[in-house]
């Protein structure tokens, strides 16, 4: 998905099969959809739901820091000067498929 950049994008329905949102709902359906998720999150323990967000917070700044660390590197890797890449982008088709 990366490499298609604005090429491509992703559909509800494509983004629920490759786990990157739990539910999907009808248009206007995602505020009644977030207060039953709410609901839920809200009948747990505090602590159990405390210490679960602090997990996931501390993996992502975990990730976040090691990949801004290689990140200069790893752009640098093949690129064109930056006038050939401004000429490249202008380029570009503006229609985009959907997944």
């Known amino acids: ?11 509800a329905r494509r983004a629920h099969e490759v786990g990157l949102v739990s539910e999907v709902t009808e248009k206007g359906g995602a505020p009644a959809g ?3 998720c709410a609901t839920v999150i809200a009948g747990y323990p505090t602590e159990a739901v405390q210490g679960t967000v602090r997990a996931l917070w501390a993996a992502g700044e975990a990730a976040r820091a090691q990949a801004f660390a ?6 640098a890797l093949g690129n064109l000067p930056a006038g050939r890449q401004t ?3 202008a ?5 985009f498929r959907v997944r």
Request: aromatic share 4%.
């Open 34 to 36: 977030a207060v039953r």
């Open 91 to 95: 380029g570009r088709r503006r229609e």
């Open 70 to 75: 290689q990140a200069p590197h790893l752009i």
């Open 87 to 89: 000429q490249l982008f």
């Open 1 to 11: 998905m990366m490499l298609m950049g604005t090429a491509e994008r992703m559909s």
